[in-house]
């Protein structure tokens, strides 16, 4: 298959959806949790995060446009913290359902059965399923001219994470936390490590470290 932007533009609506989210390959799939001012929760399935920087801890969540109410987005305007929560092989079903547009009143924990776990004085609820929890602040937002398309830049202000999951050079072992992956829309996958590389350096050839350095 070879498209140009021409046919790219005259593909089926839900077609081209589905394809362009899916050729940029495996995403993380994600848990967004918020709560308005008066503490009503609510959770949302997003693939949209990106690094942005680690001094500091930088999180990039692009959230797409307004022409239906957008709950997550207002929550985060409205009290400047949110959490990211790692969707897991057990409760794929229920992260998934969180897609769904419920009415703001009610919660999509409630809806879907999920479990609201909060830390103290964090105005935002973690995912009790979820075993690599982050909490953070929101630092910058920015809605793109180009298409609407709303960019969340936060801190990273509170890690809760598996010991045995982190080893002694601070990589995550993502697999062991049973953390899954998302292509395209809807298809998840489990995450298999193959290989652990040595740092690059153009003094040296590249070295395979082993299938998994945790």
């Not at 929560?85 to 409760?91: I, P, Q």
């Not at 080893?167 to 298999?192: F, K, N, P, W």
Request: proline share 6%.
């Amino acid at each position: 298959m070879q498209l140009d932007d021409q046919d790219i533009a005259a593909l089926d609506k839900r077609y081209r959806a589905a394809l362009i989210n899916a050729v940029t390959g495996y995403k993380p799939a994600n848990l967004v949790a918020t709560a308005d001012a008066q503490g009503h929760s609510n959770v949302a399935i997003m693939s949209s995060v990106v690094h942005l920087g680690s001094r500091p801890p930088l999180i990039g969540l692009v959230i797409r446009p307004d022409p239906v109410d957008r709950h997550t987005l207002d929550n985060i305007l409205e009290t400047g913290y949110y959490t990211i929560n790692h969707v897991g092989e057990h409760f794929i079903e229920s992260a998934h359902q969180t897609a769904a547009r419920y009415p703001r009143e009610i919660s999509e924990f409630e809806a879907t059965g999920l479990t609201e776990h909060w830390h103290e004085d964090f105005h935002a609820p973690f995912v009790g399923e979820a075993t690599v929890r982050m909490g953070l602040r929101l630092r910058e937002h920015q809605k793109l001219a180009i298409n609407g398309t709303h960019l969340v830049i936060g801190e990273v202000v509170l890690l809760d994470l598996p010991d045995d999951c982190v080893d002694a050079e601070g990589r995550l072992d993502l697999t062991r936390a049973g953390t899954v992956a998302l292509s395209g829309l809807d298809t998840y996958h489990a995450g298999t490590p193959l290989k652990v590389m040595a740092y690059a350096s153009p003094d040296s050839a590249p070295r395979d470290l082993g299938p998994s350095a945790t």
